[in-house]
T-cell receptor, first 111, second 109 residues
Framework: DVKVTQSSRYLVKRTGEKVFLECVQD?????MFWYRQDPGLGLRLIYF???????EKGDIPEGYSVSREKKERFSLILESASTNQTSMYLC??????????FGDGTRLSIL | SQQGEEDPQALSIQEGENATMNCSYK?????LQWYRQNSGRGLVHLIL?????REKHSGRLRVTLDTSKKSSSLLITASRAADTASYFC?????????FGAGTTVTVRA
C-alpha cells in the first residue's frame, strides 16, 4: 500500500514564525501536492511538484513556498506564519495519470 | 478554483439505506474521481470514471456520469456505520485536480 507520511498531526506556532511541514511518500511517485482544507471551502491546492526541484503554483500560493530536494520528500514552508494560515494541511502523491494518495494531514494553529 | 460542487452538503440516513450524492462541474473533463475522508484523516480514492463512461461499479459503490449535464452521482448501497464520512468529487486534467466542498454523510445505527 502507498504510504504518505506527514511529520506532525498537530502543530501550534506563533505569528511571524517560519514553519516547516514535511511530507514523505514511499512509492517513488513523480507528483506531490500540498493542499489546505477549510470548512465549506473544500481542498485548495497550494503548490505541486512533478519532479525533483520542479514546482508549480496552485490556486493559493501566496505566503507559502515549497522544496523538493529528493523525490520522496516535499516540504511546505510558511515564511512568516499568520493567523489566517490556521488550517488543515494535506499532502498527497501520485504516479503519472494515477489517483492521488493522501497523508492524514497536519492541523496547524497559528496563535 | 473550485470546479466540482457536491449536493447535498449533508446527508443523514439509517444503516442499511442507500445514500446518493451529486456533483456538478463547469468545464469539460477527461475523468471524474470520488474520494472519501473519514473524520481527522486524509482522503482515500474510491473510484474514477472516464468521460466516455456512463456508469461504473465498485463493490457497494455506483457512480454515474452525464457529460451533457456536467454532473455525476455517487450511490452507496446498503450503508454501514463505517460509511460515515465526507465524500468529495474531483475533476481535472492529469495531475491537477479541483475538489468540491464535499457531502458529509452520517449513517445512524
Amino acid at each position: 500500500d502507498v504510504k504518505v507520511t506527514q511529520s506532525s498531526r498537530y502543530l501550534v506556532k506563533r505569528t511571524g514564525e517560519k514553519v516547516f511541514l514535511e511530507c514523505v511518500q514511499d512509492m517513488d511517485h513523480e507528483n506531490m501536492f500540498w493542499y489546505r482544507q477549510d470548512p465549506g471551502l473544500g481542498l485548495r491546492l497550494i503548490y505541486f511538484s512533478y519532479d525533483v526541484k520542479m514546482k508549480e503554483k496552485g490556486d493559493i500560493p501566496e505566503g507559502y513556498s515549497v522544496s523538493r530536494e529528493k523525490k520522496e520528500r516535499f516540504s511546505l514552508i510558511l515564511e512568516s506564519a499568520s493567523t489566517n494560515q490556521t488550517s488543515m494541511y494535506l499532502c498527497a502523491s501520485s504516479g503519472l495519470n494515477q489517483p492521488q494518495h493522501f497523508g492524514d494531514g497536519t492541523r496547524l494553529s497559528i496563535l | 478554483s473550485q470546479q466540482g460542487e457536491e449536493d447535498p452538503q449533508a446527508l443523514s440516513i439509517q444503516e442499511g439505506e442507500n445514500a446518493t450524492m451529486n456533483c456538478s462541474y463547469k468545464t469539460s473533463i477527461n475523468n471524474l474521481q470520488w474520494y472519501r475522508q473519514n473524520s481527522g484523516r486524509g482522503l482515500v480514492h474510491l473510484i474514477l470514471i472516464r468521460s466516455n463512461e456512463r456508469e461504473k461499479h465498485s463493490g457497494r459503490l455506483r457512480v454515474t456520469l452525464d457529460t451533457s449535464k456536467k454532473s455525476s452521482s455517487l450511490l452507496i448501497t446498503a450503508s454501514r456505520a463505517a460509511d460515515t464520512a465526507s465524500y468529495f468529487c474531483a475533476t481535472g486534467i492529469s495531475y491537477k485536480l479541483s475538489f468540491g466542498a464535499g457531502t458529509t454523510v452520517t449513517v445512524r445505527a
